[in-house]
């Protein structure tokens, strides 16, 4: 009897697509023999993945060309996250269906679903914006954007202005129905690009907001609405460490959710960088008895698999 297979939800990090539109095409077949090599191992996977560095570059070129011809309104966040999830969905559909078909898999086809992902408008984090997007500025441009296009801008460490947005909480995949029909239909799927297009509900309308999703938090909704047995969360380094930078660092193979919930009390990990990734890896694991997140380099992802690296976390 064929062993089942292990269904995993990966959600690539930043530096698995490189930052500029080269670097992405070379970026993307590394990550595509990582993803491979788990679905040679029988697992079935989703990929999710960030989009900073190019939702940034989106955002720049159409702030740009409202410049350039004051008759081209400004384009929304949201809608420059979309614009990223399908240019990155090209680019890495593409380089999987290459690396199948070079292993002599003909039969499992890549599909990029566009993912809209509900938050609320009520979530605290529009009143406190802080994830920052976009290139800097001067005084006068940041002046410029608040007044022409209601931008939020802060003063970035001496190094100009930059617009920030609000990071809320995913709440619903719009997509999820879609997303799980062409998973159960034996697909690659790529869903939930950037964390999601985030969108607030009026009536049957979807509205696009200015924010953020943080795609750790995205992609943990989605194994969650998957039934996923394991979520990857592949970062720029192979284990979670405590003590970080110290002399007494100490790399993690293994971690409680007691545990990591004291790491996180404790101020361990980094906000913006490991925090989410752990905070999201938690969530994951309390969700359901059975279920494993864990954090390692994408190189490494199959090996994580087969227990040899990276650091584990689950309910305990």
């Known amino acids: 009897m064929e062993q089942k297979k292990k269904r995993i939800v990966i959600a690539l990090g930043g530096n698995a697509l490189g930052n500029t539109l080269p670097e992405q095409m070379k970026a993307v077949k590394i990550t595509a023999k990582a993803i491979v090599d788990l679905i040679e191992e029988n697992c079935e996977v989703i990929v999710s993945h960030g989009n900073g560095p190019q939702v940034g570059m989106i955002n720049n070129a159409m702030a740009a060309l ?37 292993r002599g898999i003909k039969d499992i086809p890549v599909a990029t ?31 410029f954007a608040e007044k022409h296009y209601g931008y939020i801008m802060k003063e970035d460490a001496g190094r100009g202005y930059r617009r920030v947005v609000a990071s809320p909480q995913p709440q619903e995949i719009i997509e999820i129905g ?10 690659v799927v790529i869903a939930c690009g950037g964390g999601g297009i985030p969108v607030m509900r009026r009536g049957n309308h979807l509205k696009g907001a200015s924010a953020v999703i943080d795609k750790d938090f995205a ?9 996923a047995d394991y979520l990857i969360i ?51 694991a309390e969700s359901k008895p059975g279920r494993t997140a864990l954090i390692t380099l994408l190189e490494k992802a199959k090996d994580g698999i087969l227990g040899k690296t990276g650091t584990r976390i689950h309910k305990g």
């Open 234 to 284: 592949l970062t720029a380094v192979e284990k979670v460490a405590i003590q970080f930078g110290k002399p007494d660092e100490q790399w993690l193979d293994d971690m409680t959710t007691t545990e990591a919930q004291r790491y996180i009390q404790e101020g361990q990990f980094a906000p913006g960088s490991m925090l989410p990734k752990v905070q999201a890896a938690v969530r994951f």
């Open 219 to 227: 992609s943990e909704l989605m194994a969650e609405n998957l039934d």
């Open 178 to 187: 879609a997303i799980r029909t062409l998973v159960e239909s034996g697909q």
């Open 66 to 102: 409202s410049r350039e011809n004051p008759a081209q309104p400004n384009t929304p966040l949201s809608v420059c996250v979309a614009m990223s999830q399908a240019y990155i969905g090209y680019d890495l559909q593409n380089a999987l269906r290459e690396e199948l078909h070079n």
């Open 113 to 143: 679903m566009v993912t809209q992902v509900r938050v609320d408008e009520t979530d605290p984090a529009f009143d406190h914006p802080s994830k920052p997007i976009g290139h800097f500025m001067t005084k006068e441009q940041a002046d």
